[in-house]
């Protein structure tokens, strides 16, 4: 019957109010039924943590909400600094990751004999956890800064790394049967095949490392004193036990972090269009 | 052999496994191809026909043999073989006309931008997409997609074409069209094509040749059919043309063969000895005819369990070739067998020789020829009015079923026609049917008459489809029906199993002729397991014959009497001379030692003598046929020599040895 009717929903410049009313309802009932319950519990004091009407009770936290953009020197700034910094490094290691993983990616996945050298090593050092390669950079680097550009770099290369070698060889083997019938020239085949082809793979290793290097950083950070950065920020004010900072910190992580995976989806659409 | 376009010579492939084993799936191949010519391999999954295609392509090499492109050996993938993937290939971030052009750029580098352009646009104009052009393969559906593969292809103008089953998983209606389209772009291009498929009708309707091939491991090429059909070919026009139906049964025929030989493999049979005999366990294969009475009588009335031999079961076969292939197989015993077959079968008549023994004919007669109706209202009663009927309509084509090129059938047809100055193969066309399908493809009108045995002509004469024209006696008169065949290894495995066998179906040939047991003996071959027609279609013999129809007697089977079991060398000598005549095999220089090896008198001997019947002297005399001729052992060479109408006949020697061993 709905066939022959015109859409139910209510049109309102052009977007369906009706379901975006339908997509938005449940996580805002959950979300709100969330902080409700947090705040019940902080208010009936089971837990020491603040609610999240601390964000705006608490002094400190809410200069700190409402001005994002102050510097008063130092390590002394306001949140969307703190998350710049952060991000900044991010950028840094996470290119130098991308170019680093995505070449030896390729290298390794194009030559057998290089696979079945260095495949042992990389399984291994994958599984080392982000934060345990903080005091090995800190020793071997000596300063905070390229310490933590290290950490977040060693942590998001392997994804990338391991997903373009799986990709490469992945490559169905018709697309290489083609190639050869055809004897495309080394350079066409790198550009119409091999990185067409792997590229789904590449980005989920980049969608994977780039999740992985936001968590790196607030690892990275915490432990290296006296930068400025949103890491080391969340330690800063547990120390102080300014908790309802942490909790805006968090926010601010999170919702960095949602972005940052968004980004990578939007790019990923852009880029493999029609696939 | 440079003038060959694709030479394939005792190719072979084996593949790694595990554990220092390998895989060998494909032997001996050889093959030769045309330039032009469009071939299909077809087998069973598994058989290797893909490999083979990726032998020619170069994407996988042959461990073995000789893989030849105009004469230079296949070392690796080029453009000139440019091949069409079951899955279409397309690279799909690019747009249709980029894929196309990938290919083209590539290959045709000596041609400028602009004509390579021209070449892209006009090969996807021919596979009817330029509407297309523009678009992703994932915006297209899969018969486009396919098209789209199919004009990359032909845009580099590869020297041939290679397709893996590029139909395969497309819908029937898109396939259908698809099938027609490619036929026509190949037809129009001349372009050589090999194509792997596993679907019957696709073969049939597109191919200049199909090669079938056996089930792996060591695959080989089964046999290589011509697909007769004139082109330009149209579905529904292919489908009409006579040759059709009998290539895709052929098709199916050696499919089914193949399935069987898998199975057989499967189960293999241990030997029984019993009795003082060294094999009691035996496959005896027959096809339903009136003629396999003593066989089925053997069986039914305890014959075989008389002598020993009581594990017999009977493989009932539609067609001759089941009988043929059983045998070189080895997976049946002895089988009743048209009386030129041991000698056929001997002389390489199926491609390679496979030594038969025959110590028995089991009947005599009981076959005729059969003409359409409509011959008869044109006031056709001899051979004469046929002929003076042939002359008037040479245009028009006329074709008469055989059973099989070694059958007692089609050498008296050919025999009765020649006798009146009709060249069997000129003035007329032999198609090779089975028996069963005589009467259908008679009432269906592919054919214009018959020659084979009882039931079909009495039961085409009482559907009033067809008549007797010719009687086999007014031809040749007591001329050998059947006979029992085993091969010459397995005769000489088992001496006395083959004794004991030929005593057995000697007993049941006397039961046999006994009028007495007649109606016992239609009821026993009417029912399912042997003829399965209705017991009005069989008659037996002219004393047998009971007046249940207004028909004249036609049935006139002799299975025992004076002189009727005996293997007669002079009879074979007729039929092998027969054969070479007709081109079906070559004349062995050897003839008097091929012939003692073949027709096993002796053992017919010892057979008769244990049965306590008195041997009768046996007395080389001459036959006499239709035309007034007396055909003696004398010189065979001379007689061929002397006769008008005949093919080019060969000579060659045939080696008698000890046969390869039992299977």
Known sequence: MSASLPSKGTMFAGVNITKLWKDLLPPTIAITLFLLIWEGLSQSKVTLLPGPSSLFTDERTRTLLF???????????????????????????????????????????????????????????????PLAWVPISLAALNKNEPAALFVIFITAVWPILINTAVGVR?????????????????????????????????????????????????????????????????????????ISEVVLALVYIGMVGLLLDKFMEWLQAQIMKGQ | MSEQFIHIENAEKTFPLGGGKEYNALKGINLSIKQGEFISL????????????????????????????????????????????????????????????????????????????????????????????????TEISGGMRQRVAIARALAIQPKVLLLDEPFGVLDALTRGKLQEQLTRICEETGVSAIMVTHEVDEAVLMSDRIVMLTNGPGSKVGGILEV????????LEAVRHPSYYQLRSEVIYFLNQQKQVKKMRARKVPVVSRHGLEKVNLEIGFVPLTACAPIAI??????????????????????????????????????????GMPLWMTLGGPGESTP??????????????????????????????????????PEKPHRMGVVHPSSMHNLLLRYWLASAGIDPDKDLELKQIPPAQMAVDLKAGTIDGFCVGDPWNLRAEMEHTGFTIARDVDIWSGHPGKVLGCRADWAAAYPNTHIALTKALLDACQYCADPANAQEIREILARREYLGTPM????????????????????????????????????????????????????????????????????????????????????????????????????????LNSLEIKRDITMAEIPIGPGRKAA
Not at chain 2, 228 to 235: L, N, Q, V
Not at chain 2, 307 to 325: A, K, M, N, T
Request: net charge negative; with cysteine.
């Open chain 2, 42 to 137: 077809i087998g069973h999954s598994g058989c290797g026909k893909s490999t083979l295609l990726n032998m020619i392509a170069g994407l996988s090499l042959a461990t073995g043999g000789l893989v030849q492109l105009e004469g230079m050996m296949v070392s690796g993938p080029g453009p000139d073989r440019m091949v069409v993937f079951q899955n279409y290939s397309l690279l799909p971030w690019l747009t249709v006309r980029d894929n196309v052009a990938l290919a083209v750029d590539e290959v045709l580098t000596e041609k400028s931008p602009e004509e390579r352009k021209e070449i892209v646009e006009r090969y996807i104009k021919m596979v009817g997409l330029i509407g297309s052009i523009d678009k992703l393969p």
């Open chain 2, 536 to 639: 009005e279609y069989i008659q037996l013999s002219p004393e047998a014959n009971i007046a249940e129809t207004e028909h004249q007697p036609i049935a006139h089977h002799v299975f025992a009497g004076e002189g009727v079991n005996r293997p007669s060398r002079t009879e074979h000598l007729w039929q092998m001379t027969q054969m070479a005549r007709w081109g079906d095999v070559p004349f062995p220089r050897n003839w008097v030692e091929v012939l003692e090896a073949t027709c096993q008198v002796g053992v017919f001997s010892t057979a008769s003598r244990e049965l306590g019947q008195t041997e009768i002297s046996y007395i080389r005399n001459s036959i006499e046929l239709v035309d007034g001729t007396k055909f003696s052992a004398e010189d065979p060479i001379a007689y």
């Open chain 1, 67 to 129: 001005f994002p953009f102050y510097d008063r020197g130092g390590i002394d700034k306001g949140m969307f600094w703190q998350t710049l910094a952060s991000l900044q490094r991010v950028a840094i290691s996470y290119t130098l990751a991308a170019i680093v993983g995505i070449g030896t990616g390729i290298a390794i996945g194009t030559t057998p004999l290089l696979s079945k050298a260095l495949d042992p090593l990389f399984l291994f050092l994958r599984t080392v956890p």
């Open chain 2, 228 to 235: 007769d059909i004139p082109r330009p070919r149209k579905r």
């Open chain 1, 170 to 242: 992945e490559i169905p083997d018709d697309y290489n049967n083609v190639a050869k019938v055809i004897q495309v020239s080394k350079q066409k085949y790198f550009f119409k095949i091999l990185l067409p082809s792997a590229l789904p793979y590449i980005f989920t290793g980049l969608r994977v490392a780039i999740s992985l290097s936001w968590l790196a950083i607030i690892a990275a950070e915490i432990v290296m004193s006296g930068i400025v950065g949103i890491g080391f920020f969340i330690w800063e004010a547990y120390q102080n036990n300014y």
């Open chain 2, 356 to 393: 038969i023994v025959s110590s028995l004919t089991m009947s005599r007669n009981g076959n005729a020829i059969t003409l359409d109706r409509r011959f008869l209202e044109q006031g056709v009663h001899t051979l004469a009015d046929f002929k003076k009927v042939l002359d008037a309509s």
């Open chain 2, 298 to 339: 053997a069986q039914e009335k305890g014959f075989f369990t008389k002598h020993g031999l009581d594990e017999v079961s009977l493989v009932r076969e539609s067609s001759w070739r089941g009988i043929v292939d059983g045998l070189r197989n080895g997976f049946i015993d002895g089988a009743q067998m048209p009386s």
